[in-house]
Each structure stands twice: as structure tokens, then as C-alpha cells.
């Protein structure tokens, strides 16, 4: 829900990418009890085409145990169950070219022998001369399709090995024209995130630096209530305990985070801006594990283990120690503490295969947030602005997921979700109270149709169930509008009480993967949606396209559409507008992707978006209060750089310069509230040796348009001077700079790690505007800076 001052309640939900597994034996030398072995992760191969004069009609698997050596080689290949000769022939020497990212005990790069079944796919009747290329629609080879997920058969180990039981996950065909990616292992080491996975997006292009208290990050310049997060394939609500501290779902749980800007596959829908793809992982399987995090913010803790051979689980808590401190922090001459700023999450995963061909998984998951502050005296500025300030944002989930393999090239993956959201905004005689069930489901089926054509199709179901009620002022344009800001007491207040505010929006998508020849992708694909609250349709069609120049050059581009419902509440007739109709963005990009070595990745992209049907106030503020009168646009460029000289270095770059305007009423465009024309960041971090690691990471970015105070004027009604404005977004705040350190020191005491780390964030003390307050006349104001000099230092235990 987005009501001024509010935060944004909008949710959708789309589809998940198809992965497949793959058997995990450890190598050279027995695993310590107790040690933990991250699985290799496929980076790269070879296409392979199917043997001359070959064209089966059925698929053809070929078994082979690979040893992958601690650079992420394939150092030997041998078959263990044969395809044919022929077809042994091929799949050997496409597996010779294999490139992982090595797995690690710990932090060490180990070798593995690991099982990996290649299918050659059926060859239709009609196609099977001249034989086209077997591989899959991607550069790598095709993911082990359906007899992928189900691992084959461990061989009897070599004398030298040991057996060591777990999964890894081999991603599916890129399928957008832009997948931004952080692995698994820096997911929790890049500087001034406290270690959280969800906010190393930060170094990403495309993402600009959202305010403090702000939600979602915002994307390729569209606003932070026109981009999703997704669990899973679940939406979730917010991403951020009190929309930036840290993020809802413990990041030692996360497999990946994958990052959309835009232009991204029919899977995804309900927003115009880009998705955030958020990946939980399957409990280890070899042994009771656990870790524990202690720091000036929170303390969390995480066990996992086995339950006989096939079932395992996970189970994580946190919780803010803010509180113990907050209530020094907080001017005793405006506020006294009633309920310092709390919040806690919690995790638990439990995951089951049934027999080869089928998987459980169940997740129940959670977060809630709390405050209360009471004013000891009016504002002097505001004198609505009395008695307490009270907040408490929270849900709760059920998650069940099921993944099944039924024949070669045919998988399901089936997911529900149930669970309760609740929400309370309180100003004094101001408040928003709404609270409900949510129920998200998807059905998803992928088709291996021939080697060159594959198929995705699938329905989704996201739906809330909600009453409330709102006493505040009269809702107007949030976005590009300073009168939202004005003080309370000049405000027309409006009070509204609803029960059964049912939103359910169904929705159905398709895509097809076709490969004309063996180094062009083309990805059409379409999606529709029903807003059950406006009724109101959207249709969809999107193109993606990806040329292969070898083995490390891709070139791609993508075209499409991609609508979303204005939020739920302005279809209630007292605060909004039921008549309103879905807004929608025609996404264009087109960019490049370079490989050198294993060493550096690079690449650039452009990109263009026209907004149209957009959601505007009323232009005199009357009733209805909104209208679809506006429009905007957003272009620019984006440079990254992700740079790996060994495996105890890794950088990133990343640069985006970009413009993002709207227009109100066919007026004459603007800046959006949120436009930052430069963005870069730059990360370094290295492993020392003997446990020390050290990490920093910079940020230059422009500063934040915003309206200027011209003046004021005397309410006599009131007794307060409401402020009148210059030209909306004519002026910008100075320059963001900001310098991160991380150190991390570990220490080894036989299974078990601890590790003493400091992040301290904005190490030199910049004084960053985020804006201006003013005085009761607006006749002088004064800067309010962003985040001062914060040392976070922590205690973490692993074993």
C-alpha cells in the first residue's frame, strides 16, 4: 500500500528458473568431520552437436564422472553408463571443456569427482537431416533437462576418494536480456552490506541509491513501488526490516540473487520496473550445522542438518539489539521512547526428495517490525504533529513447493503460499490500519520439444484478502508532488473503514526458446494478467534475442511490454479511483557480453522506456482523486566489470548514466523525484591468508532532485505558514560519496570457525544532503545529512 507516508504494500509474483542437480563426491584427499563443501558451480562450456549421421527419436543420456581440480578444470572424464560410442565420443570432449567455479571447504578450493548425465535430446523425424545441433538454447551445454534432477547413480569410489553427499545447481538458459548475478560465495563478503546478501545488489548497474526509510532499491529510474522481490517465486512485501537496516530472510540461507533491470522474461509480471529474483537453498545433507552472528545491529543464529537420507532442515532466527541503545540516541527535548525500533525474522526450510524424479520443499518464513515514539511538545512547524508515532509492519508465510521430473524434457514445478500480512501507521488521531490473508500460487511446465525448441508455459495466483481503515489527509500524487509533504494541520482529513477488500489478480504466461542456427536464441514470449479490483486486462508481448560470437562473446537485445495495476487501495471511491486502468512501459535494450579468460567478464547496455497510462492526482484535487493522465520516459547506459585474477580476489564496477522524467497532464516532462544521472560503484576484496580478509567499497553518485522552498503563506485558519514551491524537481542535492571497509579476521579451532569482523561504513564521515529542514516560517533551513561514520563490529561462529 502506498498512502503518504505509508509503505508500499504493492505485490506480485512470477515464475522460477529451471535448474537441475547433479551428484557431489569429494576428492584427493577424506573430508574432515564437520566440514563444510560448497558444491562446483558450471560457468561455462561448449556446445555439442549429436554425432554425424545420428538422429535419435528418443533422448540419449550419457553418465560420466568428472573430476573438477581446485581451479575449476576438468582435469578427467570417464563414462560410467554408456550412451553409444558415438555419443560418448561427443559428450566427453564437450565435457573436457566444462569451466566451474571450483568447490570450496571453507574458503579453500578443493578438488571433486562429481556425477553429471548429458542428454542429447530426441531429433524429430523431419529433422533429422542434416542434424541440428544438440545443445540446449544456451552457450553451456543443455542442462540435464528432466534426467538431469535426477542424480545418477554415484560409481564405487576410487581408494583416494571419499563419498560426500550433496547438490549443486546447474542454472537454466538465460532467458532476459539482462541477468546480473553475485555468486554465492561473495554474496556475504562485499563491504558496508553488514554481510547481507540482499543489499550486495547495491554494486550492481542499474540499481540507484535509494533514501533512508526507502524500500525497494530503485531500478533503471522507475520507483521503488514499480519493482519486485521475489522468494522463491513468492512475493514478499518489503525487502528491508524498516526499509533499509537489513534485509527479511537470513542470507546464509541463499543459494543466489539474481538481479532483472529490465526487459525480462513473461515469467514475471505486475510491475514496469525490474525484478529482484531471490533463491533459497535446500539444508545440507552431510552433517548437523550451524552458525551464530552477534553485532551492534542484531544477532542471528542457524542450524541445519540431515534427517535419514533424503530429508533435511534448516532453522534460523533474528533479532534487532537496536533497542539496548536507541532510546540514548533519540532527543529527549522531542521524543520520549515508548517502544524502541524492533524487529526480528525467522527461516525454516525443510526439504525431502521422493525417490529420484520428485522434490518437497517447505518453507515457513516471517518478519516484523515495531515503533513508538511520543512528541513531548507540538512541532512548532506542525501542530498536527502530536501525541504518539506508532508503527508495526509484519507477515507470515507458509510456502510449499514441489518439483517433479516426469519423462525426459517434461518437469512441473507446482507452489503455494499462504500466509498473513498486517500493517498499523499511526500519527497521533492519524492512523492506517489494514491487515488480511494472502494466498500466491503458481503452476509452471517446461518442454524439451526437439534440440533446438523448447517451451515454458504457466498460471500464477496472487491474491489478498484484506479489511482496514484510514483517518489521514486526502490522499494525492506521492511521486513529484511537494504539496504531499505539507504540514498535517493544513491538510483535509478523510476517514475511511473497509472490510472484505479482496484483490485477486490470475495470471497466465508462455514463452517459447528457438534456435534457427546453433548460435542465435530467440526467446518470444507473452503474458496475461486480470486485475480483479479495477477490472481491468493486460496483454503482454515480449522478445528477447542472443547471438553467440564464439565462446565468450554474446551480443543481445530485447523488446516488450510490461504492465502494472495502479496499488490496490486507489480502487476504494473515497481515496481513490475504481475506474482507473493498468499503466504499462515498452522496454527496449540492446548490449553486449565479453569474456576474457577466466579473469575479467565486461559488458555495456543501452536501454529506453516509455511509460504510458500513467497514475497522476487530480489536476485541481478533486474527486476522483486519481486519473491515468501521465506519461514518462527513462534512458541511459549501463558498464560492468566483474574481475576474478585468482580465487582469493574478487571486483566489481559498475557504471549506469541514465535520465528518468515524467510528465504530468501532457505537461511538459520533469525529473523524477528519484533521478540520479551518475551511478558507480566500485568493489575490491582479497583474502590475506591465515584467516585475514580485507574489502572496501566505493560509491559516487548524484545527488536527489528536489522542489525548492520559495516562500510561505500565513493559514489564518490554522495558525501555521504553509510553504509555496518553485519550479517541482528544478534543483539537486550535492554529490553522494561514500567509502566502505570490511576486515575480517578468522580463526580455525578444529570444525569450528570464529571470525571477528568490522564493517565501518562511511569511513571518512561525508556529509551526505538528503534534504532540508525548515523552521516554523520556512525562512531558514537547515541540511540533514545521511549516515555518518557507523562501525559495525561483529562476532560470527560457524561449525
Known amino acids: 500500500m502506498r498512502v503518504p507516508g505509508f509503505r508500499t504494500l504493492l505485490v506480485a509474483w512470477a515464475a522460477s528458473a529451471v535448474t537441475s542437480t547433479y551428484a557431489l563426491r569429494l576428492a584427493a584427499e577424506p573430508t574432515p568431520a564437520g566440514a563444510a563443501v560448497t558444491p562446483p558451480r558450471l560457468l561455462q562450456a561448449p556446445a555439442v552437436e549429436h554425432p554425424v549421421g545420428e538422429a535419435p527419436r528418443e533422448p540419449v543420456s550419457v553418465e560420466l564422472e568428472l573430476t573438477v581440480d581446485a581451479s575449476g578444470r576438468v582435469s578427467s572424464a570417464r563414462v560410467t553408463r554408456s550412451g553409444g560410442a558415438d555419443f560418448d565420443e561427443k559428450a566427453l570432449s564437450a565435457a573436457r571443456g566444462f569451466e566451474f567455479e571450483p568447490a570450496r571447504r571453507g574458503d579453500e578450493p578443493v578438488a571433486v569427482t562429481i556425477g553429471y548425465r548429458y542428454v542429447f535430446p530426441a531429433v524429430a523425424v523431419q529433422e533429422a537431416s542434416p542434424e541440428p545441433p544438440a545443445s540446449a538454447p544456451s552457450a553451456a551445454p543443455p542442462p540435464p533437462s528432466a534426467s538431469a534432477a535426477s542424480v545418477p547413480e ?25 541477468k546480473r548475478s553475485i555468486p554465492e560465495a561473495e554474496l556475504t563478503k562485499i563491504p558496508g552490506t553488514r554481510g547481507d546478501a540482499l543489499r550486495a545488489i547495491e554494486v550492481l548497474p542499474g540499481v540507484a541509491r535509494t533514501g533512508v526509510g526507502d524500500g525497494t532499491p530503485i531500478v533503471r529510474g522507475a520507483g521503488s513501488d514499480e519493482s519486485q522481490t521475489y522468494l522463491d517465486g513468492i512475493p514478499v512485501p518489503f525487502l528491508y526490516h524498516f526499509g533499509g537496516v537489513t534485509s527479511f530472510f537470513n542470507s546464509r540461507l541463499l543459494s543466489r540473487v539474481d538481479l532483472y533491470p529490465g526487459n525480462f522474461s513473461s515469467r514475471f509480471g505486475r510491475v514496469t520496473g525490474g525484478v529482484i529474483d531471490v533463491r533459497a537453498r535446500d539444508p545440507k545433507s552431510d552433517g548437523f550445522h550451524g552458525n551464530f552472528d552477534l553485532n551492534f545491529i542484531d544477532a542471528s543464529a542457524e542450524v541445519e542438518a540431515p534427517i535419514g537420507k533424503d530429508t533435511s532442515f534448516a532453522l534460523a532466527g533474528r533479532r534487532s539489539v537496536i533497542d ?53 511538545d507540538p512541532n512548532e512547524q506542525d501542530p498536527g504533529l502530536t501525541g504518539s508515532v506508532q508503527g508495526a509492519l509484519g507477515f507470515h508465510r507458509l510456502q510449499a513447493e514441489l518439483h517433479s521430473d516426469f519423462a525426459p524434457g517434461l518437469s512441473q514445478d507446482v507452489t503455494v503460499a499462504v500466509g498473513r500480512i498486517d500493517s498499523l501507521q499511526r500519527f497521533g488521531a492519524l492512523d492506517q490500519i489494514f491487515g488480511g490473508e494472502e494466498v500466491h500460487a503458481r503452476g509452471e511446465w517446461n518442454f524439451e520439444l526437439t534440440q533446438s525448441l523448447h517451451a515454458i508455459a504457466g498460471v500464477d495466483l496472487y491474491s489478498m484478502f484484506l479489511d482496514g481503515e484510514y483517518r489521514g489527509p486526502v490522499p494525492t500524487q506521492y511521486e513529484g508532488n511537494p504539496r504531499d509533504g505539507d504540514p498535517l494541520a493544513a491538510q483535509r482529513v478523510v476517514s475511511v473503514k473497509r472490510s472484505n477488500i479482496d484483490i485477486v489478480r490470475p495470471g497466465a504466461y508462455a514463452e517459447l526458446g528457438y534456435r534457427p542456427v546453433k548460435s542465435l536464441l530467440l526467446l518470444p514470449g507473452v503474458r496475461a494478467d486480470y486485475y480483479s479490483e479495477f477490472k481491468a486486462w493486460s496483454l503482454d508481448p515480449r522478445l528477447t534475442a542472443r547471438l553467440e560470437l564464439g565462446e565468450s562473446t554474446v551480443l543481445k537485445a530485447g523488446a516488450g511490454r510490461y504492465s502494472q495495476p495502479p496499488q490496490f487501495w ?12 493498468p499503466y504499462y512501459a515498452w522496454q527496449y535494450s540492446a548490449g553486449f557480453e565479453q569474456r576474457v579468460g577466466k579473469v575479467l567478464k565486461f559488458g555495456a547496455e543501452g536501454f529506453y522506456k516509455s511509460l504510458r497510462n500513467v497514475v497522476d492526482g487530480s489536476a485541481d484535487g478533486s474527486s476522483p482523486q486519481f486519473v491515468n493522465g501521465g506519461s514518462g520516459r527513462i534512458y541511459g547506459g549501463e558498464l560492468s566489470a566483474e574481475f576474478r585474477p585468482d580465487d582469493r580476489t574478487f571486483g566489481y564496477l559498475a557504471y549506469t548514466l541514465s535520465r528518468s522524467e515524467r510528465s504530468d497532464h501532457g505537461g511538459p516532462y520533469r525529473l523524477f523525484d528519484y533521478d540520479q544521472t551518475h551511478i558507480l560503484s566500485v568493489v575490491l576484496s582479497r583474502r590475506l591468508g591465515k584467516g585475514w580478509e580485507l574489502g572496501a567499497r566505493f560509491r559516487l553518485v548524484s545527488g536527489n532532485p528536489y522542489t525548492p522552498v520559495t516562500g510561505s503563506v500565513f493559514d489564518a485558519r490554522t495558525g501555521i505558514y504553509v510553504p509555496t514551491y518553485g519550479a517541482v524537481n528544478s534543483q539537486r542535492n550535492a554529490l553522494f560519496q561514500e567509502l566502505d571497509v570490511r576486515v575480517e579476521k578468522g580463526f580455525k579451532i578444529g570444525a569450528f570457525t570464529l571470525a571477528i569482523y568490522l564493517d565501518l561504513q562511511n569511513a571518512y564521515n561525508a556529509k551526505n544532503p538528503q534534504g532540508y529542514t525548515y523552521n516554523y516560517d520556512y525562512s531558514k533551513r537547515e541540511q540533514a545529512n545521511g549516515l555518518p561514520l557507523f562501525p559495525n563490529l561483529g562476532l560470527r561462529g560457524e561449525w
Open 154 to 178: 554415484t560409481p564405487a569410489p576410487r581408494p583416494e576418494l571419499e563419498t560426500f553427499e550433496a547438490t549443486a545447481e546447474v542454472e537454466a538458459p538465460p532467458r532476459e536480456t539482462t
Open 324 to 376: 539496548l541503545v536507541y532510546s540514548s540516541l533519540v532527543p529527549k527535548d522531542t521524543f520520549s521512547v515508548v517502544t524502541a525500533p524492533v524487529y526480528y525474522d525467522y527461516q525454516g526450510i525443510f526439504s525431502h526428495r521422493f525417490g529420484a524424479h520428485h522434490r518437497l520443499r517447505v518453507l515457513a518464513y516471517g518478519s516484523h517490525d515495531a515503533l513508538k515514539l511520543v512528541f513531548n
Open 570 to 581: 486507489m480502487s476504494i471511491p473515497e481515496v481513490g479511483n475504481p475506474n482507473l486502468e
